[in-house]
């Protein structure tokens, strides 16, 4: 019932929207969506997974009971990984990370929160890479950067389950057992392209400054959680490409038509983006961006 009324007031996605660029002939990455505020991206034969996000409990499973990464799920979708980066321990952004890398033998890289749950699921340290950011992390040919960055304000102005872990969570945890830990942004290099990721719905200004992205993977509902959000991120990381993420209803399983969360307003997203000089490109669950 919870999840019909949700349903219910969500608006669907609207299908022009979708990304039909022209994709090369020899594409040196490939960035696909997961869903949520999740990709993959695909360089130089190395696999880097970002904030994976696929079991997707209903919202009243994820409101009652202890969650649970659907592991057959995530084999589907994520059946290779060299490092698995996780933007902060939200439930929605941690709890598959550690299955990824459990079934692929993929790093997992994040705060220290990140680094709890990861040993909370049953992780060796040997496999987790903590970072407060700042630093340059080697991945193969790849180079791999968390960028310091804070939580938006997303509904009812509150940040969503606040705080830090000083231990690891029960596992499964309840969705009220992560808190969000500290937020990086991530930055990775490729030989040929830059990419941002920010997961949030805010940022700071100052650890954006000095980068620039080909590719800038942006939260959709920011624009309404920070004053010019949009343009302010366009105009520090000056991306040709602008991935609207974290936009879709990310209770339930995937549906062919998914729903928008409330606020997203992809359309007004695109606009926006449009407006500040960078091509949108709106990649649905398992659409690929290839440049």
């Known amino acids: 019932m919870l999840e019909a009324l949700a349903r219910a007031v969500l608006k669907p996605f609207d299908t022009g929207l979708r990304w039909r660029g022209h994709e090369p002939e020899t594409p040196s990455l490939a960035l696909t969506s997961l869903g949520t505020a999740g990709f993959t991206l695909e360089s130089q034969g190395r696999t880097v997974v970002i904030d994976p996000y696929v079991s997707r409990p209903t919202l009243w499973r994820a409101l009652t009971r202890p969650l649970v990464p659907d592991a057959e799920a995530i084999a589907r979708s994520v059946p290779r990984a060299d490092d698995v980066l996780v933007g902060h321990a939200h439930f929605d952004h941690v709890l598959d990370a550690p299955e990824v890398c459990r079934q692929t033998g993929a790093r997992l890289l ?120 949009t343009r302010r991120a366009i105009e520090l990381l000056q991306p040709r490409y602008v991935v609207p993420c974290h936009w879709d209803h990310f209770f339930g399983p995937f549906t062919p038509t998914p729903l928008e969360v409330p606020k997203a307003d992809l359309a007004g997203f695109v606009e926006e983006i449009s407006a500040a000089g960078a091509t949108p490109v709106v990649l649905a669950p398992g659409d690929t961006l290839s440049v």
């Open 110 to 229: 994040g705060s220290q929160a990140v680094a709890f749950c990861g040993l909370a699921a049953g992780l060796p340290a040997s496999q987790i890479r903590v970072t407060e950011g700042n630093e340059d992390i080697e991945s193969g040919p790849l180079t791999l950067r968390g960028l310091p960055s804070v939580h938006g304000r997303v509904y009812f102005n509150r940040i969503p389950l606040p705080g830090d872990l000083t231990a690891p969570p029960p596992w499964p945890p309840r969705l009220r057992d992560l808190p969000h830990g500290q937020v990086l942004n991530w930055l990775v290099r490729t030989p040929t392209h830059t990419l941002v990721h920010i997961d949030s719905a805010d940022f700071i200004d100052e650890a954006l400054a000095p980068q620039r992205a080909d590719i800038l993977c942006l939260c959709a509902i920011g624009r309404h959680a920070r004053p010019n959000y």
